[in-house]
């Protein structure tokens, strides 16, 4: 391999950072009995392109080759990346491929322990698991057979957690879950309070699912019910403007718990026949029923971006493979257990995202904080959710539509449809550093900063356009870079032009309330919902916490995550000296995985 500026190109043209080697070296790229990678960046895609096209054989076609060159062509390209379990999978003996899972957690001790084998097994393969706990009896409540007393959610949420510590995904990356309670179960006071202790449920995000009369009873400041959910009897009242402090108190100090709309969810789920959504998978991006799996893919924006413009011509024709390919998933997927098989197929769910919208934005000339920016988000993902619509209905005529079908919101409206759902926008972590583009709709998380790789080793990494823009206007001077890396941003470095100031933010340069607004401007066109973090600086307040989860609800958000700079004692980016380092110079630093969005290193990337 040579090296350009940074990054490597190896014989077929496959240009990646040094970063994204080590990442594919370390997780993706396929080794031996005895560790040594035996394939090679364009083989994994070749694999995966493979694995994928050959469906195409249960449905006839005999010559899928030029399928086949299309997808690879579209991932080697770096135009679209898979969720990391199809290409690390695809083509493999193990071939379990969805990243997000929902598993019930039904009231009684068979369903729970059943959960957290399935639970295992799915982490085992590098999957991460949603669950709702909601149905579970309140601490304190009889249980029958033994004529004992219920040990609660929040405790059996901790077997799940330690269960998760001991199994490592495919000894590739950690387990990851998401755990749900509803706002009216008893021991809902205690499940916000869950992770005030450093370390308590650490492989746990948590979120409180809400109704729309809590949230109207948080406005007027009346009280709601509690109800057990073994008996639908209510046990209690809360006052819904105290309950809704904590949350924001807490998420302040922690991070969590974030806040699932449930009803929001729920107006937007088009097979509501089957029955409520009440989780989501670790991100929150995947709202699933029950033992539903999902795959999900994005569309580096970044490589559609030409003389200025987004080349419409070119993305549709990327979006109708990208569909084609998360649709062929789920038929080459195997499965752990057949319960999530039958599940899986009758719905046929896929989730096609963006990642790379900052630099998009960047090459465009457009603020991310800016209702310019706003407007063509919305134009851009309706562009996308409506090419993809097309395709899942052009693959419904000639496949057959998903087996749920009737039962949906679509029968009647269209004649055909393959997928209940087909967009979703994911946080990308590690495929985001494949591509070598920012992460899902995040903003940039630094302009240039500090990446500690392995064996201890530091990298300055530059925005590559950043670097470009100061050459062509000229402050490139000498240091400049290792200026900017100080703190991450360049608002503050008086050789940087304004103009160049207002296109080049960070995370922690926009106002939170341009977070929420970028958010729910891509919600308004996505299927599935949107992963995405609120960043805050550690002098952010309470009360801003509050303004942010008040306006997700109004802006119709299905769910929002706040991340407070420091609220954790470890994090995968630092801004200043990295604790327990008491030498050398402070810097913006990420660990080698970091791509942006939540820093917290329980947040599944």
């Known amino acids: 391999m040579a090296k350009t500026n940074g990054f490597l190109e190896d014989k077929v043209g496959i240009v990646l950072s040094l970063n994204a080697i080590r990442v594919l070296e370390s997780r993706y790229l396929l080794k031996d009995d005895h560790s040594k990678i035996i394939e090679s960046p364009a083989g994994m895609f070749r694999r995966v392109a493979k694995a994928i096209a050959a469906v195409e054989r249960k449905y006839g076609v005999k010559d899928y080759s030029e399928l086949e060159d299309g997808f690879y062509e579209m991932m080697s390209n770096l135009e679209f990346l898979p969720n990391s379990p199809t290409l690390m999978n695809a083509g493999t003996k193990l071939g379990q491929l969805s990243a997000c899972f929902v598993v019930p957690v039904e009231d009684h001790l068979v369903s729970i322990f059943d959960a957290v084998k399935i639970m295992a097994l799915i982490h085992q393969s590098g999957g991460g698991t949603g669950f709702s706990f909601s149905k579970l009896r309140p601490k304190g409540d009889m249980i029958k057979s033994t004529n004992g007393v219920a040990s609660g959610p929040v405790s059996f949420m901790s077997v799940?957690?330690?269960?998760?510590?001991?199994?490592?995904?495919?000894?590739?990356?950690?387990?990851?879950?998401?755990?749900?309670?509803?706002?009216?179960?008893?021991?809902?006071?205690?499940?916000?309070?869950?992770?005030?202790?450093?370390?308590?449920?650490?492989?746990?995000?948590?979120?409180?699912?809400?109704?729309?009369?809590?949230?109207?009873?948080?406005?007027?400041?009346?009280?709601?019910?509690?109800?057990?959910?073994?008996?639908?009897?209510i046990v209690g009242k809360l006052r819904a403007k105290e309950v809704f402090n904590l949350i924001v108190k807490n998420a302040w100090k922690t991070g969590d718990p974030g806040i699932v709309f449930l009803d929001e969810i729920n107006r937007k789920n088009v097979l509501l026949r089957l029955g409520r959504i009440e989780a989501t998978n670790p991100c929150a991006e995947q709202p699933l029923l029950d033992y539903e799996s999902c795959n999900l893919g994005s569309l580096n924006l970044v490589k559609f971006v030409d003389n200025g413009k987004i080349n419409l011509k070119k993305l549709k024709d990327r979006v109708r493979k990208a569909v084609h390919f998360l649709d062929n998933v789920i038929d080459a997927n195997k499965y752990i257990m057949k319960e999530i098989e039958v599940m899986s197929k009758a719905n046929r769910k896929i989730g096609l995202g963006i990642m790379g919208w900052a630099e998009c934005l960047i090459e465009l000339g457009i603020p991310y904080n800016s209702d310019k920016a706003l407007k063509l988000a919305g134009r851009l993902m309706s562009f996308i959710n409506k090419e993809a619509r097309k395709m899942s209905v052009e693959l419904g005529k000639f496949k057959g539509s998903f087996p749920n079908f009737k039962k949906s919101d679509f029968y009647r409206k269209y004649r055909a449809m393959r997928n209940a759902t087909v967009t979703t926008i994911a946080p990308t972590g590690t495929i985001s550093i494949i591509a070598g583009c920012s992460s899902g709709i995040e903003p940039l998380f630094a302009i240039s900063f500090i990446r500690k790789v392995m064996n201890g080793n530091e990298l300055l990494e530059v925005n590559k356009r950043f670097e470009e823009v100061a050459k062509e206007k000229g402050f490139d001077k000498k240091g400049l870079m290792l200026k900017v890396a100080k703190s991450g941003g360049v608002q503050h470095i008086k050789d940087v032009p304004n103009d160049v100031k207002k296109i080049f933010v960070n995370a922690f340069d926009i106002k939170p309330e341009w977070h929420v607004k970028m958010q729910a401007a891509f919600q308004k066109h996505v299927d599935n919902a949107v992963s995405k973090t609120v960043n805050l600086k550690k002098s952010a307040s309470v009360k801003e916490i509050e303004k942010i989860y008040k306006l997700?609800?109004?802006?119709?958000?299905?769910?929002?995550?706040?991340?407070?700079?420091?609220?954790?004692?470890?994090?995968?980016?630092?801004?200043?000296?990295?604790?327990?380092?008491?030498?050398?110079?402070?810097?913006?630093?990420?660990?080698?995985?970091?791509?942006?969005?939540?820093?917290?290193?329980?947040?599944?990337?």
Do not use: W
């Open 160 to 233: 799940f957690d330690t269960a998760t510590n001991v199994i490592k995904q495919g000894g590739k990356r950690r387990g990851a879950n998401m755990g749900i309670l509803s706002v009216r179960h008893p021991d809902i006071l205690d499940f916000i309070n869950a992770k005030l202790e450093e370390g308590k449920l650490s492989n746990f995000n948590i979120s409180v699912g809400v109704d729309d009369k809590f949230m109207k009873a948080v406005k007027r400041n009346g009280k709601y019910n509690l109800i057990n959910p073994r008996n639908g009897s």
């Open 552 to 605: 997700a609800y109004k802006l119709k958000c299905k769910g929002i995550t706040i991340y407070r700079y420091g609220c954790k004692e470890n994090q995968v980016l630092y801004l200043g000296r990295i604790p327990g380092e008491k030498r050398g110079e402070e810097y913006a630093a990420a660990e080698s995985e970091y791509a942006g969005g939540c820093p917290a290193p329980y947040c599944p990337h």
